[in-house]
């Protein structure tokens, strides 16, 4: 695949705005210095890393070497280096991918993932994971994961955490994740550089089998994404976000599908593919103030989980 390679480009240009804004929220949350600490006394990372390295199958180019090299060549993209380590999960009836590992990123996916995705696709789905470890963000990511188990122990042993999750850090941590995936997918786009293979892509992530990607329904997936659009993330209440977005471990395909085709139609994903940089209406901004900007000057709007 002779994909075009985003050599030493800063992430953040690519970074979505509510996931900017909702990263800035989370950070500013009371309580979040204490969790951090929490996770590292018990030894979260290890246990993760221990029950991936412990369950599943190391990916290598003589075991299986279609599905590494895909992902060594979406790693040369992304200028993602050194390698992270790639496991292949058992099969669960869906495709489900995951990143870990603060000091040595693992990615997993399953066997639905390597057997469902095309090539083309698998470009799309481990970019999309990769830049989990490009924003060096995993740590908040193994947060969530193991979430309901930390308060168990934390309130077990202390009466910290309650105050925490009342205070909004738990939904402002879930409210990131949510956020964090329209980067994501930008990244997988960039990986793949076809807007229909990340559009099927997401299709299938949203639990439909191959078989069903006729002209038709890819057609009306499209058009649902795009009328989904009008409806400004911006602009919807509060509560809403917060009732939505707690069950952060939905798909969300066709919301993310709606913010991908709005970055694809401000010509933003063009330019980065064709020059390595921004348009010149927004090179010519300072970075943290373009992406300010981008979210329409609504970041406030992200703010109101600190207050809870």
């Not at 221990?50 to 993209?77: A, D, M, R």
């Not at 696709?121 to 994971?129: D, I, Q, R």
Request: overall charge negative; charged content about 20%; glycine content about 6%.
């Amino acid at each position: 695949m002779s994909n075009k390679r985003f050599i030493r480009i800063n992430p953040e240009i690519y970074q979505h705005p509510f996931d900017r804004n909702a990263l800035t929220s989370l950070e500013k949350m009371p309580g979040l210095s204490f969790l951090m600490k929490k996770v590292n006394e018990y030894g979260i990372d290890r246990i993760l890393r221990l029950q991936t390295l412990g369950s599943q199958f190391k990916v290598t180019p003589t075991n299986f070497p279609n599905l590494y090299n895909i992902f060594s060549e979406t790693c040369n993209i992304l200028d993602v280096t050194p390698l992270p380590e790639l496991y292949l999960a058992p099969g669960m009836g869906q495709i489900s991918t995951y990143t870990i590992g603060v000091d040595k990123p693992i990615i997993s996916i399953n066997l639905e993932a390597m057997e469902w995705l095309t090539n083309e696709e698998l470009y799309f789905v481990l970019g999309h994971e990769l830049i989990r470890v490009k924003n060096k963000y995993i740590v908040y990511q193994q947060m969530a994961q193991v979430m309901p188990t930390i308060k168990a122990l934390i309130s077990n042993t202390t009466l910290g955490l309650g105050g925490i999750a009342s205070n909004g850090l738990e939904l402002a941590l879930v409210n990131w994740i949510v956020m964090s995936k329209f980067t994501a997918d930008r990244s997988g786009l960039l990986a793949c550089q076809n807007l229909e293979v990340a559009i099927t892509a997401l299709m299938k992530l949203g639990g439909l089998p191959a078989e069903y990607l006729t002209e038709d329904t890819i057609n009306d997936f499209e058009e649902q994404a795009r009328s989904f659009m009008k409806d400004n993330l911006d602009n919807i209440s509060q509560v809403t976000k917060i009732f939505s977005f707690v069950e952060f471990r939905l798909p969300w395909v066709v919301m993310r599908m709606a913010e991908l085709f709005k970055w694809v139609d401000s010509g933003d994903y063009q330019s980065l593919l064709d020059t390595g940089k921004l348009p010149e209406k927004a090179a010519d901004v300072p970075l943290s103030k373009d992406l300010s900007e981008e979210s329409s000057d609504d970041s406030s709007e992200w703010d109101f989980l600190s207050k809870l």
